[in-house]
Nanobody
Framework: QVQFAESGGGLVQPGGSLRLSCTAS????????MDWYRQAPEKQREWVGG???????HYAPSLKGRFTISRNDALNTVYLQMNDLQPDDTAVYFC????????WGRGTQVTVTS
């Protein structure tokens, strides 16, 4: 069974940083594109960015430069380094594979507030 387990969220002040992790199971992680998504309150889930199996990254244009995605295939884990966080970054963050799998994880809450 495919499972995604996100962690690393928390409460941070504007300008702060967080590093999220997502460990996947039930997939051939090393050959899979992994994406990050987020869903803010009362908004639709949006794509944050992704990383290919060979480490090429792509980001939503509005986030490029502040967010960095990396992966460790030995740990079946993908990371999202978020810098200079702003209140608009407040959301639940999820990871998933590409193409999307129906089995979403619970996500990890990121709250940016002063």
């Amino acid at each position: 069974q495919v499972q995604f387990a996100e962690s690393g969220g928390g409460l941070v002040q504007p300008g702060g940083s967080l590093r999220l992790s997502c460990t996947a199971s039930g997939i051939r992680f090393g050959s899979t594109i992994m994406d990050w998504y987020r869903q803010a309150p009362e908004k639709q889930r949006e794509w944050v960015g992704g990383i290919t199996s060979v480490g090429v990254t792509h980001y939503a244009p509005s986030l490029k430069g502040r967010f960095t995605i990396s992966r460790n295939d030995a740990l079946n884990t993908v990371y999202l380094q978020m810098n200079d966080l702003q209140p608009d970054d407040t959301a639940v963050y999820f990871c998933n594979q590409a193409p999307l799998n129906d089995n979403w994880g619970r996500g990890t809450q990121v709250t940016v507030t002063s």
